[in-house]
Each structure stands twice: as structure tokens, then as C-alpha cells.
């Protein structure tokens, strides 16, 4: 099922004749582009980036430099979906039945470009990329009371009761998004198949591996071309991985006056849904899990008249 969608991108052009190429941090052109000039300009633009009696070399070799953060606008990016959907559904005998539904899909997009000098924006796996998801529904309809299996015969006031009960429960099973890393610098003969950790090694406190990556800030790579990806579909945050329940009790009181009890239990197992790890080979807390979505479990009871 192929989408295509295009978008709107804003840019900031340079010129490739000064960024570095190497594959390691290059201090002579960053101290190059970085040193403080002698401002042509001032003091002809006052409160702005350029009013100061200085300002730094990079931003003069860029063109039409007076105009310190010029962005352009143009219907340059795009994306694009494939995907295959499946649905299932069973109603059993005794109240009870069930639906299946599985999405198996891979989502790409260029909306950004990788580097101010490109002429294309990238080409990478989507942000909002799951390449799996899973969603089981199950519905019972409690047999108890007037017209079921058990109390058909009660007295009105137990019959009231114990009449009208359903159970529901759904269990999402979701791929995580496709991490990034940045400008990183990959340490001499690792690539990002190296930085894969298997699924019984994964832990909250090194999620990836990390040691796959140069984390010496020195040797950071600044003032180059990128030539690392943006996002990476093999390396990934933790998956949704959610069971959700609820109870509702359909009471009759009069010919038209029904009432309604709700019981909802959201992440019922209050299994925790970690926010992606931390992808700053700088950090101290990088490929570590530090946080979690507002996702604990809630249980809400509701009353609903309904004439």
C-alpha cells in the first residue's frame, strides 16, 4: 500500500569547499572555521547575530553571509509507505468472541537534509517507522443471569446484579522507532551491525552497545561532512508492549432507562514503557533507558445513564 506524501523543508545552503572530509575529527578546520574575524558588516546590523564587532569565519564563507540565519522554503521533501495489513475476526458461541489484527509495513522519508550541502534531503527510515504491530481484542459476555447458562432463574434483585456483565481485554505488541546517533564517530573497524545488541543481552542500562563509539568529547567530529545516517531501522527503542481490560455492566432499570458501570484498567500489568535511550555518545547515561511514558497503570470507574 504505497503512500507518497510531500512536505515542506526549510534549508540553510553552504559551501563543500571548507568542511572536512576526514574520517576522524579534524582540529585544523575547525579552528579555521570557528576563529573570530574582523566583522565587515558592523556596525550596519544592529540587534542581530552580525552586530558585533566580530563574528566567526564560518559564517562569512557562507553565501549571502549578511543575512546571519537565511533559510529558504521549498516543496523539496517526501516520503513514502509500504505495508501489509491483515484482520480477523470470530464469534464463538456463549457470548464470547475475538479479532486479530497485524500490520507488517516500512515507512521512508526525505524531509531533512543529512547536510547543508546536499542537494537532496535524505533518504532514511521514518521516525514514525513500526515496522510490526500486533493487537489481540478478546470479549466475553459473563453467562450469568436472565437468558444465560447460570442464575436464569434468580429473583429480580439478583438477577439485576449479576445480569449484563462483559469482560474486555486488548494486548498491543509494537516495534519501537528507528534510533539515531548524529554526527558520532564509530570507533576504527565497528559498523552499525556492531552496534546491535541481541534481545537477551538488552538491559535498561546499556540498551545498545556502546562501545562501539568513539566517546572521547575531544574527538568529537565537528565542522564535516556527515556521512553517518540519521536513523538506523535494525537499531531501535524498546517496543510497546501493552495489556489493557475493562468491565462493564449493563443494568435495565425501566423500559427506557438503562444504566451503565465501566471499570477500565489501562496497562493493567503496569508494565513499564521506557522513552528511547540515550543516543549522545558524550552522556554518561548513553544507550542507557532514563526515562519511561506517563504510562503506569490507571483504573478508572465510570456511570453512565443512558434513557
Known amino acids: 500500500m504505497p503512500v507518497a506524501v510531500r512536505r515542506r523543508r ?33 556596525p550596519l546590523l544592529p540587534r542581530t547575530n552580525l552586530a558585533a564587532t566580530t563574528v566567526a569565519r564560518s559564517q562569512l564563507l557562507k553565501p549571502d553571509p549578511q ?60 521516525d514514525l517507522d513500526r515496522p510490526l504491530r500486533s493487537v489481540a481484542t478478546v470479549v466475553y459476555e459473563l453467562p450469568f443471569g436472565q437468558g444465560k447458562q447460570w442464575g436464569n432463574s434468580t429473583n429480580k434483585v439478583v438477577s439485576r446484579v449479576i445480569s449484563g456483565w462483559q469482560i474486555q481485554n486488548v494486548f498491543t505488541w509494537q516495534s519501537g522507532q528507528a534510533l539515531g546517533f548524529g554526527n558520532a564517530l564509530l570507533l576504527p573497524g565497528q559498523t552499525i551491525a556492531d552496534v546491535v ?20 568529547s575531544g574527538q568529537q567530529l565537528a565542522s564535516n561532512i556527515q556521512t553517518l545516517s540519521s536513523a538506523f531501522s535494525d537499531v531501535r527503542a524498546p517496543r ?19 444504566l451503565q458501570f465501566n471499570a477500565e484498567f489501562i496497562n493493567a500489568l503496569n508494565h513499564p514503557q521506557y522513552t528511547p535511550p540515550i543516543t549522545t555518545p558524550t552522556s554518561a547515561a548513553f544507550g542507557q533507558l532514563t526515562g519511561s511514558y506517563n504510562w503506569q497503570r490507571i483504573i478508572e470507574f465510570g456511570l453512565k445513564v443512558m434513557f
Open 197 to 216: 545488541l541481541p534481545a537477551g543481552q538488552r538491559s535498561v542500562s546499556e540498551w545498545f552497545n556502546v562501545n562501539a563509539f568513539n566517546r572521547v
Open 67 to 126: 543575512f546571519s540565519g537565511l533559510t529558504a522554503i521549498m516543496n523539496s521533501g517526501f516520503s513514502w509507505y509500504h505495508g501489509f495489513q491483515l484482520r480477523a475476526e470470530k464469534r464463538f458461541s456463549g457470548g464470547l468472541s475475538a479479532g486479530y489484527s497485524f500490520t507488517w509495513s516500512k515507512f521512508m522519508q526525505a524531509i531533512n537534509y543529512l547536510n547543508p550541502t546536499d542537494p537532496i534531503p535524505e533518504k532514511v527510515i521514518s
Open 10 to 42: 526549510t534549508r540553510t545552503r553552504y559551501s563543500t569547499t571548507y568542511l572536512s572530509t576526514l574520517p576522524a575529527r579534524d582540529q585544523a578546520t575547525i579552528n579555521l572555521l570557528s576563529a573570530q574575524v574582523a566583522n565587515p558588516f558592523y
Open 240 to 258: 510497546v508492549n501493552n495489556f489493557d481490560m475493562s468491565a462493564i455492566k449493563n443494568t435495565q432499570i425501566k423500559e427506557r432507562l438503562r
